[in-house]
C-alpha cells in the first residue's frame, strides 16, 4: 500500500511548544501533502513539498522530506490552542497512471493553553 | 472565494433507501476525489475523475456505489441501496491537474456531507 502512516497517533502539548508530526511511506512518491483538519471540517491544504525537495517552510510550519526513508515530519512551532486539529499526510504515487492522492491516518494534536 | 460546496451536509436515512451526494466542484478544476471518512478507516479514496472522466472507481462497493460527473459543476456519489455500514462523511475535493503526469497538487476540500444509515 502506499498510504501514509502518521506517528504519533495522538499528541498533547503546552501553548509554546513546538510541535512534530512524522509521516512514513511505503512506495515512490512525485509530492509529499499535510492538511489539517479542525473537528467537523473538511480538510485544509498546509503545505506540499516535492520528491526532488528536502525542506519547505511556510510561517510557523517546517516539513521535511527523506526520501531515501520514505519518511517526512511536519514541525509546528511555537504551537497555538488554535493549532489544535487532525493533521494528515497524503502522497501520490509515481506508480499510479494518475494522481492517487492517498492519505494516512492522521494525528491528533491538542495545544492546551 | 472559490470553495466546493457539498450537499447535503447531514443526512438520515433508513437502510434500503438511495441516497445522493452532490459536489460543485472550483470553477476551472479539472480533478474530483471522493472520500470517505470513519474513525475506523480513516480517509478512503472512493473514486477519482479527471476532465470529468472517471479513472478509478475501485475504492467503491461497485454493487451500491456510483459516482458520475453529468457536467463540470457537479459530481455526485450515489448509494443505492444504502446500508448501516455506509454511515460516514463523504468529502469532495477538486484540484488542477496541469499535465498528464501523475503529479497533483493542492486538493481542495469541502466540507462534507455526515450520512448516517439506520
Known sequence: SQQGEEDPQALSIQEGENATMNCSYKTSINNLQWYRQNSGRGLVHLILIRSNEREKHSGRLRVTLDTSKKSSSLLITASRAADTASYFCATDSMRASYDKVIFGPGTSLSVIP | ?118
Request: glycine share 6%; charged share 25%.
Open chain 2, 1 to 118: 472565494d472559490a470553495r466546493v460546496t457539498q450537499t447535503p451536509r447531514h443526512k438520515v436515512t433508513e437502510m434500503g433507501q438511495e441516497v445522493t451526494m452532490r459536489c460543485q466542484p472550483i470553477l476551472g478544476h479539472n480533478t474530483v476525489f471522493w472520500y470517505r471518512q470513519t474513525m475506523m478507516q480513516g480517509l478512503e479514496l472512493l473514486a477519482y475523475f479527471r476532465n470529468r472522466a472517471p479513472l478509478d472507481d475501485s475504492g467503491m462497493p461497485k454493487d451500491r456505489f456510483s459516482a458520475e460527473m453529468p457536467d463540470a459543476t457537479l459530481a455526485t456519489l450515489k448509494i443505492q441501496p444504502s446500508e448501516p455500514r455506509d454511515s460516514a462523511v463523504y468529502f469532495c475535493a477538486s484540484g488542477l491537474n496541469r499535465n498528464r503526469e501523475s503529479d497533483t497538487g493542492e486538493l481542495f476540500f469541502g466540507e462534507g456531507s455526515r450520512l448516517t444509515v439506520l
